[in-house]
Structure formats: structure tokens, C-alpha cells
């Protein structure tokens, strides 16, 4: 089993920039796969951006030059960095591990844009 705990969200201006981080504990050995999520009110969650341990990332359309998701070094932490946010960028954001038997999920960190 994999624990995940994200942190660094907040509220931040248009244009600002914010870094989440997600910590993983447990069996961070079997991850091969970590990504953000984001969930806003009212709407599905979605996928903002992932990283395989061999380096692949996908990441949203919408978040394409302007956000960027850490490699996967130790397996133990893995870091959003977001820049030039826009108001629809408010949300919670989870973190998110994949091994090969199971899917974990963090408990969520709000992200607010905001004048």
C-alpha cells in the first residue's frame, strides 16, 4: 500500500506561480507511475499531468507550457510546478501512484486563482 500527502496549494494571484508536493510512504517501490489530478466544483476530475519512472509525462491540454511535473528520482516525493495560473486553474489537486496492483490516492490540496 502507498500513503500520498500533497501539500504547498494556496491562494495565489493571476499569473502567479505555486509548487505542489506529494509525498509517498509505503511500498513506494512498486510505483511506476505518479500524477496530478485536479478536481474543480462542480465538474469531473481530471487529469493535469502524469510521469512513468521511465521519464514519460502527458499532460492536459490545457496546462501544456505552463505547468511541469517533476522525474520520479527516489520514488518518494514528486513536485507540480505551476506557473502563469489562471482563474479556471482553481481546484483541489490530488496526487495520484500507480503500482502494479493498485491506484492510491492523496487526500487533496486546494489551489485557488484569484484577484
Not at 499569473?15 to 513506494?28: E, K
Request: charged letters at 10%.
Amino acid at each position: 500500500q502507498v500513503q500520498l500527502v500533497e501539500s504547498g496549494g494556496g491562494l495565489v494571484q493571476p499569473g502567479g506561480s505555486l509548487r505542489l508536493s506529494c509525498a509517498a510512504s509505503g511500498s513506494i517501490f512498486s510505483i511506476h507511475a505518479m500524477g496530478w489530478y485536479r478536481q474543480a466544483p462542480g465538474k469531473q476530475r481530471e487529469l493535469v499531468a502524469t510521469i512513468t519512472d521511465g521519464g514519460t509525462t502527458n499532460y492536459a491540454d490545457s496546462v501544456k507550457g505552463r505547468f511541469a511535473i517533476s522525474p520520479l528520482n527516489a520514488k518518494n516525493m514528486v513536485y507540480l510546478q505551476m506557473s502563469s495560473l489562471k482563474p479556471e486553474d482553481t481546484a483541489v489537486y490530488y496526487c495520484n501512484a500507480v503500482s502494479l496492483t493498485v491506484t492510491s490516492w492523496g487526500q487533496g490540496t486546494q489551489v485557488t486563482v484569484s484577484s
